[in-house]
């Protein structure tokens, strides 16, 4: 769904004619019509509506300032200009970052409860297998416009805070060639080069971006590689876009360091390697057609192939037994077994200390689509623009992780592998190989209606269900078959008391579906750990369910027109209170392993005598208060 926005000004001056009995020239006064900001209200593009009419703070950002932003310019575009975002460096990569709204995250972190959803051109980005958000995938040289829209069932699964919506160059909005070239401290550099040129109804657009950066900590190296192209044509009708994503980037994402060994060497690292190789290969086809002047169809189709490998040297619960020709693991009775079943000798360590690679690789395969009619006529005598829409995401993903024995370099807390496979019988560190298929629907539609010419009231809602298919290549340990579905409402109203100040009160529901990692870690007994994640299934009934955000929103938005200096410019402003209750919502709670958690749902009440329930309580007050800080938008 594109960010746009239309304005309209009509400048007329009349002149009569002078005589020679006329001395005096009459001028007809200047007329401005104000501007209107015209917003996208649903996934794919639109026609849209006047932004003065949706019942909740949309943001709107037109095309990131790459030169003045530098490397990731999305990312801190986001972070300094929009109100609720706040971001969190837990990788410690600039193209890793975790992107908190409103206290919903939407993270490269598998195992992260994802609150966020984020569409490009109106395909979703959110990975199939864990909905994470791989953020170094997105081009955002290429970014033409964003909107981001408060939590709305329109978007589908995971919009429990919100949803980005990105909108991309081409070339009717992009002319002409550039090419930059950056480079700063740490042997960082980066070359972006983009073109566009339109020939009559044809025009294309095409831009890549290379970006080195050796780190300022030991170890942290980052290379990136983003290609997207886009090749489109218009009518009188309709248009019609075909677009190409590509990335090949290795990136490096060091872990916090203790504060001991950070007063030693500012550029140490604590265990190494943790490295991420991820590739993006999407193509994506757009078309829009005005049936009428009041009807029109929007509709995409995308096919997107999606890798990842992740290395990540880890401390570990392997360790010399009470038997020194032994390893044990995690006491000096539970022998370290490996994949032949055979106990582990401690010489494989040569006299050094312990540690852990763990390997984990994912290749997603991913197709879909949605189809959208969009009808702005006259209802009863009165504006009216009504929304409806389908869409389909399916993927078949290939899981594989594998937790390798290890030796810790005291000088340098790298981490090399020894070769040796842990498999524990227990099944709380072994090799997983798994095949998911997830399938992901969704029915929605939603409508505005002018009551009067200040007055306007929006409901509408969405249908999704989820169907998620586990399947163990190993044995039938984590088999299931998972359902979920749920419709979610919306409703709201704005009122304009003048032209240029509006209020607005609205009240919206959105849902996420469990994950094929958080429906199979549900079992206190079979913890998982960061990189190894699915165990066997918990006992039925299910443990988890989705997880449901109750959202209500009333605020004030405006804009005055400013002078300064001669310079003519406009101040927007907009004072939002919201709240969001979740139901079921599900926690990630460690487990005695080192790097080790489960999933678990929240309950809803204390059973009797159940002391742990309130120790959890006690314990999650003070994220609750910061979330009660984010409660307002200014």
Known sequence: MPVSAITLALLSAAAAQTSPTEPNLAVAPETTLPTIEVVGTSPLPGVGIDRDKVPSNVQSLPAPDTTRRGPAALIKELDQRLGSININANQDNLFQPDILYRGFEASPVLGTPIGVAVYQNGVRLNEPFGDNLNWDLVPDFAVNGMNLI???????????????????????????????????????????????????????????????????????????????????????????????TGADNRLVGIGPTPIQLVDIDRSAVFTSPQKFHNTLLMLSLNANYFATDTLSFQGNFYVRNATREAPNGNTTDAQVSANPALLSFGDDVTRLIDTNGAQVPSSVLRGGIPGEIDNSSINSLGLGGSLQGTEAAQLLGHNNCLVVGASLDYADVNFSSTNELGIIDPNTLIVSGTGVIIDQPDGSVAPVNLKTTSSYYGLYATDTFDVTSRLSITTGGRYNLALIHITDKIGSAVNGENRYGRFNPAAGLTYKFTPNLTAYFGYAEANRAPTAGEIAASNPAKPFSLDNFLTSDPPAPPALRQVVAHTFAVGLRGRFNTNIGGAKGQVEWNLGLFRTDLTDDILNVPSAIISSWVFQKRRQHPPAGDRSWRRLSRSQVAGERQLQLNRCDL
């Open 150 to 244: 408060p939590s709305s069932p329109l978007y589908g699964l995971n919009a429990l805070g919100g949803a980005l919506v990105l909108d991309m160059k081409n070339g009717f909005n992009f002319q002409g060639g550039e090419a930059k070239a950056s480079g700063g401290s740490f042997d960082q550099r980066q070359f972006t080069v983009q073109f566009g040129k339109q020939v009559g109804n044809i025009a294309a657009y095409i831009g890549a971006n290379a970006f080195n950066d050796e780190g300022f900590r030991k170890f942290s190296p980052t290379q990136v590689r983003q290609l997207y192209a886009d090749i489109g044509a218009q009518g009188e009708r309709g248009n019609l876009h075909f677009s190409f």
